[in-house]
């Protein structure tokens, strides 16, 4: 039996799939802040971080989100969140300047753009 590769084009579609599946996962686990707002994280965290669906996905949909949701409520004065990795939890920094954040982060923490957020949401 003959194996049989992807074309671009299927490879092409199966990634806009994955992509699609992961963004309607996060979509549904944070309904409950906004309509769009589970999308717009997904694809503006996926962009910052420089990540796959699947790793955007399992990243945001584990015990991060109270942290999130408790930073959005706070975020009109702030540029995003910093959640430093701490053993097997994050701890989050509320920074009102986003220009921290490349100075803070070390590897494995996870920075959240609320500037990023804001835009896309249109507020």
Same mark, same amino acid.
């Given at each position: 039996?003959?194996?049989?590769?992807?074309? &671009?084009?299927?490879?092409?579609?199966? %990634?806009?799939?994955?992509?699609?599946? +992961? +963004?309607?996962?996060?979509a549904?686990?944070?309904?409950?802040?906004?309509?769009?707002?589970?999308?717009?994280?997904?694809?503006?965290?996926? %962009?910052?971080?420089?990540?796959?669906? +699947?790793?955007?996905?399992?990243?945001l949909?584990?015990?991060?989100?109270?942290?999130i949701?408790?930073?959005?409520?706070?975020?009109?004065p702030?540029?995003?969140?910093?959640?430093?990795?701490? &053993?097997?939890?994050?701890?989050?920094?509320?920074?009102?300047?986003?220009?921290?954040?490349?100075?803070?982060?070390?590897?494995?923490?996870?920075?959240?753009?609320?500037?990023?957020? %804001?835009k896309?949401?249109?507020?």
């Open positions: 039996m003959a194996a049989k590769f992807y074309t &671009d084009a299927e490879l092409k579609t199966a %990634r806009d799939k994955a992509v699609e599946i +992961a +963004a309607e996962g996060v549904s686990f944070y309904s409950d802040v906004g309509v769009q707002f589970g999308r717009v994280l997904f694809f503006t965290c996926m %962009r910052l971080w420089k990540s796959g669906p +699947a790793v955007t996905c399992a990243r949909n584990s015990n991060i989100r109270p942290q949701i408790n930073a959005w409520h706070w975020s009109e702030l540029s995003g969140v910093l959640l430093k990795k701490h &053993d097997l939890d994050f701890i989050p920094l509320f920074l009102q300047t986003d220009k921290l954040a490349p100075l803070l982060t070390m590897e494995r923490d996870l920075w959240i753009s609320f500037i990023e957020i %804001r896309e949401l249109g507020l």
